[in-house]
């Protein structure tokens, strides 16, 4: 239950909880006063939501997620501009949910809701809603209306979403996951290439080179010196190291990944011959492999929880969506035509 009232909370509050979090009030508007422009901003069948309805609700979820801002009403007026559209229309959603609990007579009994406010605010109930501008009435209003919505978005979501949500379902989710997430192979190397116009002296410059390499077995930048001295013992050749290359098994070329998977790591291949008589291009590589990684993808084990969240995230928003939509074509919702992009319910004084 903790988990969906959390999903359905979003609607209404979560979009300005960061903002409010980030925001940093200025010393001289913390004192400063939150005036309500209190409009019809929505009608649902014959019931009204003002702007106070819309305060009320951004009130407490302000409270509850700031409790270390609850004097500063800079912050607090922050969190509303920010929040009030969100706020608006989970109040629209939720009065369709409680229409139509109505119609369902779905009811809370007086000791379920006192141990539900008692809970909320702690022993000293009076106390504590004063600290927090709440009237008895209100808290009563407001806990009881809640206990509802969450009841109703349970029968009529959660648990449908929760039976969409078979083993089978989570098998064929960890099946694409396969396919979208194959096993991972990294290559990490450098080729030497020994280059010349001569076929022979390309030949016997590589083998020297390669004496050179499998001698130190160690990375070619470390001994590209000896590489040079090689190179000036050969007229006209050409040998050089490569950059580092860093490429998985969806860059690499076939014929390169055919070379590689042959070596160990820190180790040398042969000779490789990539002479080209069309062009006279007498040009032999060695590859050296630095490093090379195998990410397997998650076993069902490892991955079956995180699915299993996620087809329920997806089956909750689809179940919520169809079950708003029917309840939208019982009940007429009308938004007020005084919201325009600039209208505010609030004003800072």
Known sequence: MKFLLYIFTIL????????????????????????VNNNVLAKVADKTITSYDVMKKLEIGFNR?????????????QFYITGWPHALDGLINNQLILIDASKKELKVTDAEL??????RFGPNVLTNLQKINLTHEEALKITKEEMIIQRMMYFFIKSKADQSITPSAIRNAYRLYCNENPPKETWEYNIVSIKSNDEKTSSDASLKVFELLKEKNSDPIEFESS????EKNFLNCKISISPLYTVTNKEISSSNQKILSSLQKNSYSQIINQSNKTSKDNSYRIFYLKNYEKKLT??????????KDQLLQKALYEESERYFT?????????KSQIITKDFVPFTLE
């Open 12 to 35: 209404f509050i979560g979009s300005s909880l960061s903002a409010a979090n980030n925001f940093q009030p200025p010393a001289y508007e913390m004192n400063a006063s939150i005036k």
């Open 65 to 77: 997620a700031y409790p270390d801002l609850i004097n500063s009403n800079s912050a607090r007026y």
């Open 114 to 119: 006192r141990e539900e406010i008692e809970s």
């Open 227 to 230: 590489l040079k001295d090689i």
């Open 298 to 307: 998650e076993s069902f084990d490892e991955m079956s929880k995180n699915l």
């Open 326 to 334: 029917k309840l939208k074509k019982l009940y007429h919702v009308e």
